[in-house]
Antibody, heavy 115, light 108 residues
Framework: QEQLVESGGGVVQPGRSLRLSCAAFGFTLSKYAMHWVRQAPGKGLEWVAVMSYDETYKYYADSVRGRFTISGDKSKNSLFLEMNSLTPDDTAVYYCAREDTVPFWGRGTLVVVSS | DIQMTQSPSTLSASVGDRVTITCRASQTIYSWLAWYQQKVGKAPKLLIY???NLENGVPSRFSGSGSGTEFTLTISSLQPDDFATYYC??????????FGQGTKVEIK
């Protein structure tokens, strides 16, 4: 059964860093473009970043460009989001999602940026 | 960048009502449009993909239509489990994922 499982969320102080992971089960992650999407408490869905299947192309939302880095590890069948210089505005549930004719999402991991 | 405009932002309806939500793209996304249902504290649940295709297991009272820049989600007979927030998503290519602002369907 195909699954995407996010981890690495938690409470972090402003200015600090956090690394999110997204493990894929039941399919090979490196065959697909993969996205990160976030949702702040009580707000809508916001696209964050995407990586092409071969990691050639990486695009970021204006709100995170220069602070967040998307990457992958084929040996771990996993996707990552390195988040630096975090601010309270980055507080959100972060979802990884597979680019496909039928989009496929994980259940998310919560990041809280607070002192 | 492609922008998605979803309306209405809130919708009050009764069980059994026919409900329609609209999503407009700022440029053509052909049929690359998905609809999600989200309940509080839960991940978005895919309902419709490629504008009109019902995801496995989703009740047939949900339907999607449209192409190009105008899309609709219709619930033919609203059920108690359908009170939730709905989002459209354009996904023409991997560099252009974008979401509508959401429509909260409330009990009238």
């Amino acid at each position: 059964q195909e699954q995407l499982v996010e981890s690495g969320g938690g409470v972090v102080q402003p200015g600090r860093s956090l690394r999110l992971s997204c493990a894929a089960f039941g399919f090979t992650l490196s065959k697909y473009a993969m996205h990160w999407v976030r949702q702040a408490p009580g707000k809508g869905l916001e696209w964050v970043a995407v990586m092409s299947y071969d990691e050639t192309y990486k695009y970021y939302a204006d709100s995170v460009r220069g602070r967040f880095t998307i990457s992958g590890d084929k040996s771990k069948n996993s996707l990552f989001l390195e988040m630096n210089s975090l601010t309270p505005d980055d507080t959100a549930v972060y979802y990884c999602a597979r680019e496909d004719t039928v989009p496929f999402w994980g259940r998310g991991t919560l990041v809280v940026v607070s002192s | 960048d492609i922008q998605m405009t979803q309306s209405p932002s809130t919708l009050s309806a009764s069980v059994g009502d026919r409900v329609t939500i609209t999503c407009r793209a700022s440029q053509t996304i052909y049929s690359w449009l998905a609809w999600y249902q989200q309940k509080v504290g839960k991940a978005p649940k895919l309902l419709i993909y490629k504008a009109s295709n019902l995801e496995n297991g989703v009740p047939s009272r949900f339907s999607g239509s449209g192409s190009g820049t105008e899309f609709t989600l219709t619930i033919s007979s609203l059920q108690p489990d359908d009170f939730a927030t709905y989002y459209c998503q354009g996904y023409k290519d991997y560099s252009s994922w974008t979401f509508g602002q959401g429509t909260k369907v409330e009990i009238k």
